[in-house]
């Protein structure tokens, strides 16, 4: 009968169980703890920034936070902000862009800095200061019978609004919206006098605005040979 195999030794086992145990009290230092097997080593600090920060002219009460992580505790920064606004420090990594601006509306590139004893990061976050619309021209809209023209009809606002007509426009006229805060009414009028009442409305995230007019058809004076009276002002000349 073959010999029974002796049995094998279990030193390798026993020498790397030791080396892992000696690598552990390697890293668990003085104190004793263990340290965790995913733990981050130190380096620079990393930043949590919102997609956007949008404000509206002239409204408080709207708060973007920022966050940095790092070891030590990184302090957060920021340049050139628009007017009216302020960054908050909270001392504990993190910091709040708040506060009423005060214009002129647009969006501005700023610069975030999260920094620490380890280094420094740096990232770029959009500030947009938002203003709702609002009508530069307020009085009728003439026209000339049988004579093209082409008349603006100009918004304010940021982001630029959008302009919609409402109402029918005399023969011979028609709506365009640009789509960069302006429209036009344009066209050659078929026959007047005419006027037609028509209401415009400005949109754009903020809000809308509404404005009744009046569009109106005037005839060439050289077309009814009637005379042209022009509304002179009245009271004291003044002195040239």
């Known amino acids: 009968m073959p ?7 279990r030193r390798p086992v026993v020498l790397v169980m ?3 145990l000696g690598l552990l009290g390697l890293l ?6 263990v340290a965790a097997p995913y733990a981050s080593a130190p380096g620079d600090p990393t930043l949590t920034l919102p997609e956007a920060a949008d404000f509206v002219l002239g409204r408080g009460g709207t708060t973007y936070l920022i966050e940095a992580d790092g070891d030590p505790v990184p302090a957060v920064g920021v340049d050139r902000l628009p007017a009216g606004l302020r960054l908050v420090v909270h ?3 993190s910091a709040s862009i708040e506060g009423t601006p005060t214009g002129p509306a647009g969006s ?16 770029a976050l959009v500030v947009t200061v938002q203003q709702g619309p609002a009508f530069l021209h307020r009085g009728p809209l003439t026209f000339v019978a049988g004579a093209f023209a082409s008349l603006p009809i100009r918004a304010a606002g940021f982001p ?6 409402e109402g029918d426009l005399p023969a011979g006229l028609s709506f365009t919206d640009n789509g960069d805060g302006s429209a036009t009414i344009a066209g050659t009028p078929e026959e007047g006098p005419a006027e037609s009442p028509v209401t415009l ?3 754009n995230v903020v809000s809308d605005v509404a404005l ?7 005839v060439r004076p050289d077309v009814t040979g009637g005379p042209v009276t022009v509304a002179r002002p009245t009271g004291p000349r003044r002195a040239p």
């Open 28 to 33: 668990a230092g003085a104190s004793g703890a």
């Open 108 to 123: 501005t590139a700023v610069a975030v800095t999260a920094q620490n004893g380890e280094g420094s990061t740096t990232e």
């Open 18 to 20: 030791a080396l892992l």
């Open 91 to 93: 001392g504990d990594g």
């Open 212 to 218: 009744t007019t009046t569009v109106r058809v005037v």
């Open 160 to 165: 630029a609004p959008g302009i919609a007509l």
């Open 3 to 9: 010999s029974a195999r002796p049995p094998r030794s």
């Open 201 to 203: 409305t400005a949109v």
